[in-house]
Structures are given as structure tokens and as C-alpha cells.
């Protein structure tokens, strides 16, 4: 029954998804268009890519794969909303890009805590702190985007989110938990999402950055660096947590 239910949804996914929205006119020239055309299909593929290894790996990690199915899920469904604002209009989707990461970066947050609860014992404290840092990075972003407070405060606010992340990351609690967990599994994958969480998510306060503060970015330029971006750190985390889980069940298989 599970067995089939795992291949069952994914199906359901592929063929329903696309006829979920309007394809506006997709011009050839238009390539942050092609852009958003291509990620909402990668989205696509992953989720289902990831609901199927699920079967593959340890009941531990089982959780971790889930989630990760549910954040290309919910961005797929958002580039495509995303994608025909942009075809439309040729405006910055910011409304539907702000949902997309209010939705899907907790969960990205969220599998730290997960990695580490798979094999050690962990207090909600991590999560909780995780989750705050995350909420105050992205409202201080979109007020400074939407023109609610001046992009400068906007951007100040977001990046004191981030960095209250990192530390917790690099250097508090769940980096503590990490290191003195004794698997080699999680720790790689612990390691490889942070990696991710200082590197990869640097692009998007780099975009802000040059467009919102410096002019030096217009929106063509700041989706196509903020959908490259969403491509890296959505699907290569997964990517990440996926590898660390099949390595780890080989391992204790
Ligand atoms: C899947 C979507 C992800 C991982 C989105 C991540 C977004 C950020 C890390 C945004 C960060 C920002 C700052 C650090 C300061 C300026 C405002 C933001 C929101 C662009």
C-alpha cells in the first residue's frame, strides 16, 4: 500500500500540476522567463524524485526526504505562478516569491533539526530559535522590498535574521548537537546544509543589495539571480540530505 502510494502521488503531481495555471506567451527572448519556465519543471521532477527515494532510505531519515519533497512541491506550484506574473506583466512576483520562501524556508530551517534529531536527542529550543531567525529575515525583507519601510532598514533587519541563523548553526546549540552526535551521516549532511545556509543563501541579500540599494540590478536581473538561487538551495539541499541518508542506510544496512 505505501509502496504504491509513493508512486501513486508523485504521478499525480506530474500530470496535474502544469494544467494548474495559464501558461501566459513565453516570447524566445524572454530568458528569465525560460528561467522560471525551467525551475518549475526542476521543482517537478525533484518532488518526485525524492518521494520515491524515500523507499530507498532508513525509517530515521524518512522524515528528512519528506520535507524536502514538500519544498520543491511548494515552489513548484509558486514558479508557476511566478513564472506568469513575470510572462504577463514583466514585474517582479514579489507577493507570490515572499509566500514561496515564508513557506518553504522554515522547512528548509526545520531539517536541521531533523538531521539532528534522527540521531541524537535535541531541544525544541534549536527549532524554535531556527524558526525566528528565519520570520525575521524574511518579514524584514519583503516591508523593505513592498516599499512598506525604506529598503535600507528592510535589508538591515533581514540581515540581522541571517546572521542569528548562522551563529546558531556555526557556532550555538545545533553546531554543539552536531558535533558530539557520533554520525558520520549527519554530520555531512548537517554540514553540507550549512555550507549551503552561508554560501547559497548569500546571493539573495547580494541581489537586494544591488537592486534594491545600489540601482544596479534591474528586475530581469534580480529574478534571474533570485530563481538560480532557488534552484541551488532548494533542490541542491535536498540533494545533500538525500545523499547523506542513502550513505547512512548503506552504512547500517
Ligand atoms: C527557497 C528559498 C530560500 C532558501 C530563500 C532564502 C532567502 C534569503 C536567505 C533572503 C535573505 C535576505 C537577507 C539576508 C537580507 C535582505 C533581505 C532578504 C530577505 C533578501
Redesign the pocket.
Known amino acids: 500500500m505505501r509502496g504504491l502510494l509513493s508512486r501513486v502521488i508523485p504521478a499525480v503531481l506530474v500530470f496535474t500540476m502544469p494544467s494548474l495555471v495559464f501558461a501566459g506567451d513565453l516570447a524566445a527572448n524572454d530568458y528569465v522567463g525560460v528561467t522560471f519556465w525551467i525551475i518549475s519543471i526542476a521543482m517537478v521532477a525533484s518532488t518526485v524524485f525524492f518521494l520515491v527515494e524515500r523507499d530507498r532510505v532508513n525509517p530515521k531519515w524518512k522524515t528528512s526526504l519528506t520535507v524536502t519533497a514538500l519544498?520543491t512541491l511548494i515552489?513548484a506550484v509558486h514558479y508557476f505562478y511566478m513564472r506568469d506574473v513575470w510572462v504577463a506583466t514583466g514585474d517582479s512576483p514579489t507577493v507570490f516569491r515572499y509566500i514561496?520562501?515564508l513557506l518553504?524556508?522554515p522547512l528548509?530551517m526545520i531539517e536541521f533539526y531533523f538531521i539532528l534529531a534522527a540521531v541524537t536527542a535535541v531541544s525544541v529550543g534549536i527549532f524554535w530559535r531556527l524558526l525566528i531567525g528565519t520570520l525575521v529575515?524574511?518579514v524584514?525583507?519583503?516591508l523593505?522590498?513592498a516599499g512598506i519601510i525604506s529598503a535600507m532598514l528592510?535589508?538591515i533587519?533581514?540581515?540581522a535574521?541571517?546572521i542569528y541563523i548562522l551563529y546558531e548553526i556555526f557556532a550555538g546549540e545545533a553546531a554543539q548537537k552536531s558535533e558530539s552526535c557520533g554520525s558520520a551521516g549527519a554530520q555531512m549532511a548537517f554540514n553540507a546544509c550549512r555550507t549551503i545556509?552561508l554560501v547559497?543563501?548569500a546571493i539573495?541579500?547580494l541581489?537586494?543589495?544591488l537592486g534594491y540599494l545600489m540601482g544596479a540590478a534591474d528586475a530581469a536581473s534580480l529574478n534571474l539571480v533570485y530563481n538560480l538561487?532557488?534552484f541551488v538551495?532548494?533542490i541542491g539541499?535536498g540533494i545533500f540530505i538525500w545523499a547523506a541518508a542513502v550513505t547512512d542506510s548503506e552504512e547500517s544496512a
Do not use: H, R, S
Open positions: 519544498v515552489a514561496d520562501w518553504t524556508v528548509l529575515m524574511l524584514g525583507g519583503y523593505g522590498e528592510g535589508f533587519i533581514g540581515m535574521g541571517w545556509v547559497g543563501w539573495y541579500p541581489g537586494y543589495l538561487a532557488d538551495n532548494k539541499f
